[in-house]
């Protein structure tokens, strides 16, 4: 898949880190980058986008990021979600890996990381 | 840490003025270390020697470091040992503060000396930043072992320095903790710790301070008090707490959660009150933080 077809969701209550995340992610070629502040709009911006890759905080008003993961892989089995937060406690890595997170991201985040997965993304679906 | 408790061991032995410490912090980008300093700090040479080594030079066309061999005060090893060091960050503050006509060298040396005393620290200590002597450093601050989990609240205090210096920056000197606030107009952020360790932190500070630390958390350029200062307050507060949890987690299986950060708000004097309140004094102004203990 190309960079440029690709779309992103990223979920995070703090304006500073969605700005941060976002300008990462366009400064790799992505044009289509969608952004949620809580839990409940990331449900919500998710069925309205059909994102292909969702990055996702924990601590969230509202609904927390490990219960919107959970909602959204209701609503799409194959849904690709990051968890990207600064909370990566051993309970914490647990509840999202079981609950569908294919991976986390600890902050601060590495721009490097996002790209990686990015990437390995894309080039995924380029084999299918 | 070193640099930043040096700097608030000077000012609480009076030796400088806040106004001084402040001036020599901003001077300290600027500042090239000399000779005659870094030989006092190695205890090579007295502070005597140096001066008198400074009167020759500004009669004879010499470098300060071949003169003082020549008088036999050091030798050629010692010299390029000197010369091929790492400044230090508080022996630059310790070059600015003279420069500035601050302190005299007699002065400083006899502050390092002390300062040494003061904490056990040997050389080799103050060069590796990452010794368990922070530690001590840190337990001079407050006496942690009055709390309900001294390694805890000490290891809280130890990660906020370093979250300070990675994220804000280095150039802060802590001052003595405060347990009330004695202005109404501060502007805080909230996040509470749940768990086995269950705390409620703030961080506060007048809007002008807020302002500018936004500006050097985010890395934009804010000059009100927007959304993007309201943001960097509840994302630094985030992230430290958030580290401390990782840590917990991994080096003491403590689990802890957090709750999201509080809108930014007018601060109560009853919210902070009792709690223990850490002052950062950093050259735009003091940021605060807050922990109930």
Do not use: W
């Amino acid at each position: 898949m190309n960079i440029n077809e690709l779309k992103v969701l990223v979920c995070d209550d703090s304006l500073l880190a969605r700005k941060r995340l976002k300008d990462c992610i366009i400064s790799f070629g992505c044009t289509q980058v969608f952004e949620a502040t809580d839990g409940e709009e990331a449900i919500a911006q998710y069925n309205n986008n059909k994102p292909n890759l969702v990055f996702m905080d924990i601590v969230m008003p509202k609904k927390d990021g490990i219960e919107a993961l959970k909602s959204i892989l209701e609503i799409d089995r194959d849904a690709t979600v990051i968890m990207a937060s600064s909370v990566g406690t051993q309970s914490y890595l647990k509840d999202a890996i079981k609950a569908g997170a294919i991976d986390f991201i600890q902050k601060p985040i590495d721009n490097d990381r996002v790209k990686e997965i990015i990437n390995s993304y894309c080039s995924r679906e380029e084999e299918d | 840490m070193f640099t930043q408790f040096f700097g608030n061991f000077l000012l609480y032995q009076k030796l400088i003025t806040p106004e001084q410490l402040l001036e020599a912090i901003r001077q300290k980008q600027e500042t090239r270390m000399q000779l005659g300093v870094l030989a006092i700090n190695a205890g090579y040479m007295t502070a005597s020697q140096v001066e008198r080594i400074h009167e020759l030079q500004s009669k004879m066309d010499k470098r300060i470091g071949d003169i003082a061999v020549e008088l036999g005060y050091i030798t050629e090893e010692q010299l390029a040992e000197l010369l091929n060091a790492q400044p230090l960050g508080y022996l630059l503050l310790g070059q600015a503060i003279i420069d500035k006509g601050f302190m005299t060298n007699s002065q400083f040396e006899a502050a390092i000396r002390s300062y040494k005393e003061k904490y056990s620290l040997s050389d080799e200590d103050i060069s590796n930043n990452e010794n368990s002597k922070s530690d001590t450093l840190i337990a001079s601050l407050y006496d942690f072992s009055k709390t309900s989990n001294p390694s805890l609240y000490k290891g809280f205090v130890t990660l906020l320095m370093n979250n300070f210096v990675r994220f804000v920056g280095d150039d802060f000197t802590p001052l003595e903790p405060e347990f009330e606030i004695q202005s109404d107009s501060y502007k805080a952020t909230s996040q509470k710790i749940n768990g086995e360790f269950s705390v409620m932190t703030h961080i506060f500070a007048k809007e002008k301070e807020l302002i500018q630390f936004a500006c050097r958390y985010s890395g934009e350029n804010i000059t009100e008090l927007d959304e993007y200062a309201e943001a960097s307050g509840q994302d630094f507060i985030n992230l430290h707490n958030g580290l401390f949890t990782v840590n917990a987690s991994n080096n003491q299986q403590i689990e802890l959660t957090l709750t999201p950060p509080a809108p930014l708000a007018d601060l109560a004097s009853e919210e902070v009150n009792g709690h223990l309140i850490l002052p950062f004094q950093f050259p735009f102004g003091i940021i605060r933080f807050a922990i109930s203990i």
